[in-house]
Each structure stands twice: as structure tokens, then as C-alpha cells.
């Protein structure tokens, strides 16, 4: 059993490793533009949930899936050669839908502070004068 402190910063240092890896040493076109956005480890340290999210969003994620399923076995290595673990977990990679979810929830309070009608006040039928 390895202490929450200890998960989280192999945690955090897998993640630091593997963009850079991503970024300077893989050159598979499938796995360009995208972003590692957390890396949570099991408490036996035998599995990293890595969580992925592209720009383009997740019409991408089967094509982003088959590139990190390929290179799987590059990373696993490059990563246990850089960090000193007895055993290094394995990789499962997942989509991380929560860059999308902020897009779109930033886009509706920008709707919301937008008037309906250019030339029209926001709501003049509220404002009821007191006689």
C-alpha cells in the first residue's frame, strides 16, 4: 500500500514525462495536438488512467485511441526509464471530456450577458415605474 502523497506526485510526474515525451519523441500524426490532462494511479501502483483531450474535440478520440494503443509499449518503457519505480504501471488512456464541457458552458453565460435584439435594452419590461 503506498501513502496518497506518494500516488500523487508519481501521478504528476507521470503525466510531466509523458507530454513531454508526446511533444519531443513521438511522431505518430494521430497523437499531434493532443494533451494529457491528468494522470490518477491505483493504490497498487498497477494501472495509470491517463486522460486525454484534443483541441478538435472527441470526433477524434478513435483515431487519438489507436495511436496511444500503438505506441503503448514505447511510452510504458520511455516512462519507466525515466522514473524509478520497482514495477511501472500500465497505461490505460481515456477521453477527458471536461475542456469541452467549459467551452460550451463559457458560451452559454456569453449568451446570457448578450441582448436578444441589438437595439433593444435588456428586459425593459421589468423596469416598472412607481407612481
Same mark, same amino acid.
Given at each position: ?5 506518494? /500516488?500523487?506526485?508519481?501521478? @504528476?510526474?507521470?503525466?510531466?514525462? &509523458?507530454?513531454?515525451? %508526446?511533444? *519531443? ?38 483515431? /487519438?485511441?489507436?495511436?496511444? @494503443?500503438?505506441?503503448?509499449?514505447? &511510452?510504458?518503457?520511455? %516512462?519507466? *526509464? ?50
Amino acid at each position: 500500500m503506498v501513502a496518497k502523497t506518494r /500516488i500523487q506526485r508519481i501521478g @504528476d510526474r507521470i503525466k510531466e514525462e &509523458l507530454s513531454e515525451m %508526446l511533444i *519531443q519523441e513521438v511522431s505518430d500524426p494521430r497523437l499531434s495536438g493532443i494533451s494529457i490532462t491528468d494522470v490518477r494511479v491505483d493504490r497498487e501502483l498497477a494501472y495509470a488512467d491517463v486522460y486525454v483531450s484534443a483541441l478538435e474535440g472527441a470526433d477524434r478520440w478513435a483515431e /487519438i485511441r489507436n495511436g496511444l @494503443d500503438h505506441a503503448n509499449g514505447y &511510452l510504458r518503457h520511455g %516512462l519507466a *526509464q525515466r522514473i524509478d519505480l520497482r514495477t511501472f504501471p500500465r497505461l490505460r488512456f481515456h477521453w477527458d471530456p471536461t475542456p469541452e464541457k467549459a467551452e460550451r458552458i463559457e458560451k452559454l453565460i456569453a449568451s446570457l450577458h448578450q441582448p436578444a435584439d441589438p437595439g433593444e435594452p435588456p428586459d425593459s419590461s421589468s423596469m416598472k415605474v412607481e407612481e
